[in-house]
């Protein structure tokens, strides 16, 4: 089970949502990259957050301070990947190809979609 994370930018009196990434219990956070935003590392998303038209939303529309989503983040940051699962059962990772670590060494989803 994980939670959805949301920047909700407010554009001409009304938010616009994006998907910020995953965090799944136990596992790293995984940020998705964002082709409309031009968005492809997790500092891309923390430049993005940073402005003040942004707020972040969990999947059950609870706010969530900008330091405190930072803090879940940094958290599990160097936990259990799929690397852990691919290497205890080969091939079973297949998504893994969508996947890369950035600069920063966070997960970056370069899947088309969202996670259900």
Known sequence: MGTNYYAKKWYFGHQVPYHIGKQSAGWAFCFAANKELHISTSLDWAMFIEDDRVTIEDEYGCEVEKRDFWMKVNQN??????????????????????QKIDERGFWVNHYDGEWS
Do not use: E, F, H, S
């Open 77 to 98: 940051k160097v936990r259990k990947t799929a690397l852990n699962d691919d290497q205890q059962y080969p091939g079973k990772a297949r998504w893994l190809t969508y």
